[in-house]
């Protein structure tokens, strides 16, 4: 399942794949070396703002088939390809996650949970923090998708 989903991962950005980086070299890439000290995005005002809602993959729309939740998590500090496979390695391992995706775009960690599965907000959180990343916000359900009001 991983490696369908990084290989959906798709972005402008200069990729890392087969550079042989960690994570831990990634920390002082001369293009990220403070994003993930950031404390956000610089004139990012999410109190009034629309968030991001999840962003369809194949293996995200099968999982959303397949009666799985659908969670959006805002990513602070998430700018590459190599940002977006430490987040899929770290979520990717997990057996309640039927699908992810980061979406470099919208800065959001697409989750889809296997029917029935639980995944709470601050594990998530954790989850991310094991990534390198900090999450700002959670959405679930029909908030995630966009058709809340």
Do not use: W
């Not at 399942?1 to 794949?17: G, I, N, W």
């Not at 004139?43 to 809602?53: E, W």
């Not at 293996?59 to 998590?73: H, K, R, T, Y």
């Amino acid at each position: 399942m991983l490696s369908q989903t990084l290989a959906a991962q798709e972005h402008d950005h200069h990729s890392h794949a087969g550079s042989g980086a960690t994570h831990q070299d990634h920390l002082t890439h001369s293009d990220h070396a403070d994003h993930h000290n950031d404390e956000g995005d610089a004139g990012a005002d999410t109190s009034n703002s629309t968030h991001p809602v999840m962003t369809h993959t194949d293996a995200i729309s099968d999982a959303l088939a397949e009666g799985g939740e659908p969670i959006v998590a805002d990513v602070l500090g998430v700018v590459c390809d190599f940002c977006a496979l430490a987040m899929n390695k770290i979520f990717g391992q997990r057996e309640e996650i039927a699908a992810v995706y980061v979406d470099l775009d919208t800065k959001a960690l697409n989750l889809v949970l296997i029917p029935g599965a639980t995944l709470s907000d601050e594990t998530i959180a954790e989850l991310a923090v094991q990534a390198g990343y900090r999450v700002a916000a959670v959405r679930r359900g029909e908030q995630a998708l966009g058709s809340a009001t």
